[in-house]
């Protein structure tokens, strides 16, 4: 940096720093390699991802040089920097559920008083499926007939108000309902049946029959409600069941195309098709990978229109994404606060239109009032306090994200292309393909999870054995028994007809028809083709069930199972190796009990009472001396005897001989061994 005067005696600083030299990259690796001191580098400081994408330790300007996209400005094909070439923010679309309609009025007017401004209405899965509903288990709204949408909207003018519905299988019945009480509708009021297929195994319609719906609404969608889309495209079934994200991503754009193929079929064009679309799309913690894959989503799914011929407005993608379920925990539930803020910003930095951030309490409960604000909060504070949505893809041009939003870009093609080889996504899922996919990645998760190589704070990192739970939700419906009565009653007979067209199925909507019988008049006797359903899961989950089991344990015991760990040597020598045991025995809900630091044999077992299970902590220099002769005592008092840490194999030979169970390290499956302590200890949750 260096100055030089200008006319008035200003100082003009050159800020290039030019009489710096800049070193190459492998100057700098050859810096870095010596600093490891014999370790590889590639090992070291490099990282793989579930996709096979390596991540550098750094990045340069370099990495950009056959970036294709890197140029593009917002609001230019192919999107990459987002489908508008101005700043704004993203729709505020938490999910509601409610049981009965009044009490849906009450949340919605809630909801929008507090800053809310899409009414994001989650149905049941009768309903999605076009069955009578039923309220045997809470699990969302229930829309009985028109008589009940519009008590459900009371006061309220949808004209003015935008929607998100998943509608299941067929829209029809749902659209139909909504036009009723309104003559202008915009969001999304959708059918998805091929990510109900993967959810459920076999949809209540032919896949041909859900088709020609989705065709016929579009047509009237298009010419009375242009602001409303009908097709669903989502992605979360296979996020939630482990995919990573090229699968994921992969599976969302094969389901989008199978449906455009379906419409141009039936006379609709390509850009029409491509106009009644929006995206659902699930977001994870691995935020700068959440970044890149929906860059990347926008990019491919513009080349994937373009390729039909459609339009600029027919490539542009509209994203709705919903903060992960396959990350949240159900104990130390407070923790998933910070997660979901990690996936909104992810969210709102890759420029989505609409987000959903799940309540913090989401896995455990049905979610409290206090848990959905701080959820729509979250929004509204990246909005209102971090000015997210001021900068037009504040991501753009970084050297890391640019590269691997192409790394994905490609990977996600691959896979892509791999199942429209199969046959497209109804074959590829007939077929196993996407499940098979899904099956290896989420082995490869579970491995990591359940060595504690991936942390999960709360759960196998980080644990506090004594952490409250939410309060749960009290139900605030008096009405509640007489509305599930009115459900349960037996449907009067309608007189036997089956809808031609939308003014027909419109027409039984207004005569107060309810919603399932609709169905059951729009329904083939087809069957539908069957799939094996992706099961949707959470990471937490089996050190959840270790959770669970130690709780069992201490309620058929009178306590916790417990372990002793006792510190051989000075404090210093065992420290490290002392917390790496009790934070892996915590994991299970185990009792750890520390012993002070000991010097002897006599002294370790002063301290010793009643425990079954002793972890001996401290040097190799100390195993041998004090570990020996200690564990050979413990071993004759009954105790099963463990060892923290790998030692040479002469050492580790002499302990096991000694009567040592085994050595617990970094490369301990920490889940099973948990898991068959407890079995040894009498847990009996499988």
């Known amino acids: 940096m260096s100055g030089k005067p200008e006319e008035g005696g200003r100082i003009i600083m050159d800020m290039t720093f030019n009489e710096f030299p800049v070193p190459t990259y492998q100057q700098w690796r050859t810096v870095a390699e010596k600093s490891l001191r014999g370790k590889s580098f590639d090992k070291t400081l490099k990282t793989k991802l579930l996709d096979e994408i390596e991540l550098e330790p750094m990045y340069q300007n370099r990495d950009l040089e056959n970036c294709t996209t890197l140029a593009n400005d917002p609001g230019v094909f192919p999107f990459l920097r987002g489908t508008t070439n101005q700043p704004r923010n993203w729709k505020v679309s938490q999910e509601i559920i409610a049981v009965t309609p009044n009490q849906l009025n009450k949340c919605l007017k809630e909801e929008f008083a507090r800053g809310q401004n899409v009414a994001h209405l989650v149905l049941t899965d009768e309903m999605k499926r076009g069955n009578k509903p039923c309220l045997d288990k809470n699990e969302g709204i229930t829309i009985y007939d028109l008589k009940e949408l519009q008590e459900a909207f009371k006061g309220m003018h949808l004209s003015n108000q935008l929607i998100h519905v998943d509608a299941g299988v067929v829209c029809l019945p749902l659209l139909a309902l909504f036009c009723s009480i309104s003559n202008q509708l915009e969001g999304t009021i959708a059918s998805d049946p091929l990510h109900q297929l993967a959810t459920e195994g076999k949809l209540t319609y032919s896949l041909e029959r859900c088709y020609d719906y989705m065709a016929l609404a579009v047509k009237w969608a298009q010419e009375n409600h242009p602001k409303l889309r009908t097709i669903l495209v989502q992605s979360h079934i296979y996020h939630n069941g482990g995919a990573s994200p090229a699968v994921e991503l992969a599976s969302a754009l094969a389901t989008g195309v199978a449906y455009v193929n379906a419409l141009i079929e039936r006379g609709v064009s390509c850009d029409e098709a491509g106009q009644s679309v929006t995206f659902a799309i699930s977001v994870g913690t691995d935020f700068f990978s959440e970044i890149a894959k929906i860059r990347a989503a926008r990019v491919l799914w513009a080349a994937i229109m373009a390729e039909f011929g459609a339009g600029e407005n027919g490539q542009k993608m509209n994203i709705h994404a919903r903060t992960s379920s396959l990350t949240k925990t159900k104990q130390d539930t407070y923790v998933n606060l910070l997660r979901g803020t990690t996936e909104a910003f992810a969210a709102a930095v890759a420029g989505v239109d609409s987000l959903h951030v799940s309540p913090f309490d989401e896995a455990l409960q049905e979610p409290t009032a206090f848990s959905r604000r701080i959820a729509r909060n979250t929004s509204l504070i990246l909005q209102e306090e971090a000015f997210i949505g001021v900068t037009q893809d504040p991501a753009g041009g ?126 083939d006797n087809v069957p539908s083709i069957e799939v094996d359903p992706i099961k949707k899961r959470r990471l937490a989950e089996g050190f959840e069930l270790l959770r669970q089991r130690s709780n069992e344990l201490y309620d058929k015991f009178g306590q916790r199972p417990t372990v002793y760990v006792i510190g051989l040597g000075p404090l210093a020598s065992h420290k490290t190796r002392v917390d790496f045991i009790t934070e892996l025995f915590q994991s299970g809900g185990f009792k750890v ?60 030979s002499l302990l096991l001989q000694a009567g040592v169970q085994r050595f617990i390290d970094a490369k301990t499956n920490a889940y099973k061994f948990l898991h068959d302590l407890q079995a040894k200890m009498g847990g009996t949750i499988q």
């Open 398 to 523: 970084s050297w890391y994200i640019e590269y691997i939003t192409e790394q994905f870009a490609k990977k996600a093609w691959e896979c892509f292309q791999d199942i429209e080889r199969a046959g497209g996504m109804s074959a590829a899922l007939q077929s196993g393909l996407v499940q098979d996919r899904i099956h290896t990645t989420w082995k490869q998760r579970s491995v990591e999870v359940e060595h504690r190589r991936r942390a999960i704070v709360g759960i196998n990192k980080y644990v506090k054995l004594d952490e409250t739970q939410p309060l749960k939700q009290e139900s605030a419906c008096e009405t509640l028994d007489a509305y599930r009565k009115r459900l349960n009653t037996n449907d009067e007979k309608i007189e036997e007809m089956r809808p031609k067209n939308m003014e027909d199925v419109l027409a039984m909507v207004r005569k107060n028809i309810p919603i399932h019988q609709v169905h059951e008049r729009l329904k």
């Open 593 to 652: 009990q520390l012993s002070d630091p000991v010097a002897g044999v006599e002294e370790a077992l002063e301290k010793v009472e009643s425990f079954d299970f002793v972890v001996l902590c401290g040097t190799d220099e100390s195993y041998h001396q004090l570990g020996l002769p200690l564990a050979t005592e413990l071993v004759s008092r009954s105790c099963d005897v463990f060892i923290a840490g790998r030692q040479e194999e002469e050492l580790e």
